[in-house]
């Protein structure tokens, strides 16, 4: 009897490791991770990379740590999506070599076979991405940072690096990396927008080999509190229109403390970027968006992601088994307001496939207190709230759990501002540019707002007047938020509450 039983218990043991291996279920259930939203099965990411739509498929890469959840040598990740919403994590694309660490690029359809990279007609995908060489940074050169390409003949499962690397050279700048490559169709041509510290260089090639220098952009406009990092150069349709829209992350000193994705809006003739004014401006005033670039090839659709963390703290974020994930992809779209030309952003609409229930309530009017939570059972996380409310004065809306723990986002009339405080939000301890309340200007006159709330289990996402005032913020409650009130000074009416319970992805 003694045997058999061993057998059996080692026959159970060795089932349940070999699924283990290619099973998610003790994966990405853990206090904290994200459900709606993609971050790796394990381990440390940051930039979103190389982000390619092709053949009804986003590709999806990352700066990646497999080793552990710090930041360290730097590998491409890759995932996978055909819908924006549900992920699968491939194998790592691109490791780190002689050359040097991979950190953050772009990656192109090379249609018309410019780099000769396409064999029997199969259309060549091609990456870019910068070559750190830490060799060269600890010896205190200044040209550690060079650009590299690989190429994917198989639609974009496996890379192969270019023999010829690196294909830019570092003319002798310490911060010269993160390139973005677009095709400019007019001149029949790649440029590529490239972070050079305090401002951004635009590159040109026919092939992807051969790179010539067109101008720079940058240096005496925008915000200067850390140095340009993950630019990004694309056109939107403003009424049949082109307006060119230059985004260029910085690292430090945003408005509201930390990194942050601040744009500008002119006109690009494939040799120079002109702004329209000097304006800074800032796709998302939350503390928790950055290196944000666009998908390539989505034709006159532009979807933008962001890491959804900041470097004052990524490294410190109370999770183990992985660390940060990405935001929800977001539309941009050009729109016209009372202050002038902005990029909204919205979330993709691909979204509303995992709403499970949706419960509307209608005609709240708050004196001091509403508990919404009578009204729509529990508050279930992750969900969407799409609040309309008319004519309002200052209000709060307060997610709490039973452990005291409160997050709270409202809008101040008086500074015309929305805000989102995260002081009592829970673990707020881990380093000490964390805890606080950040704000962001309300760009419309109009008297109806409308606020819509992304709540997954760490995170929320603000879009406000249909995605002009974009925050997005992590928390880290102790237990997950089930209750909601709103609160006002005076007196509020709401036209109209949405709450969208939402599926987890995994
Ligand atoms: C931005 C960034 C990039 C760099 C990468 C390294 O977050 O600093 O400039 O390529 O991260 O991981």
Redesign the pocket.
Known sequence: MKYPALLFAFCFLLAKYSTAQNDNSSFYHEQYRPQIHFSPKQHWT??PNGMVYYKGTYHLFF?YYPNTSE?GP?HWGHAISNDLVHWKELPIALYPDSLG?I???SAVVDSTNTSGFGKNGKIPLIAIF?H?DPKGEQEGKDDFQNQSIAYSLDDGMTWKKYSGNPVLKNPGIK?F??PKVMWFAPQKKWVMTL?TKDRVTFYSSPDFKHWKKESDFGSDIGAHGG?W??PDLFSLNDHGKKVWVLIG?I?SGTPNKG?GTQYFIGNFDGNKFIAVDNKTRWIDYGPDD??GITWSNTGDRKIFLG?MAN?LYANKVPTKIWRNAMTIPRELKIKHTSTGILVASEPVKELNSIIQKKNILENISVEKNTDLTEKIKVLSVPCKLDFSISDPTDFFIILSNDAGEELKIGYDKTNNYFFIDRTKSGKIDFQEDFSGKHVAPRFTDKKEMNLSLIMDVSSVELFADDGLSVMTETFFPSKKYSKIRVETPGKISIKKVGYSVLKSIW
């Open positions: 940051n930039d700066q930041w730097m660490y950190f953050s690029g910068t750190h911060d990396r993160d972070a140095v990092e993950c992350n690292g990194s950055y290196a890491w470097w």
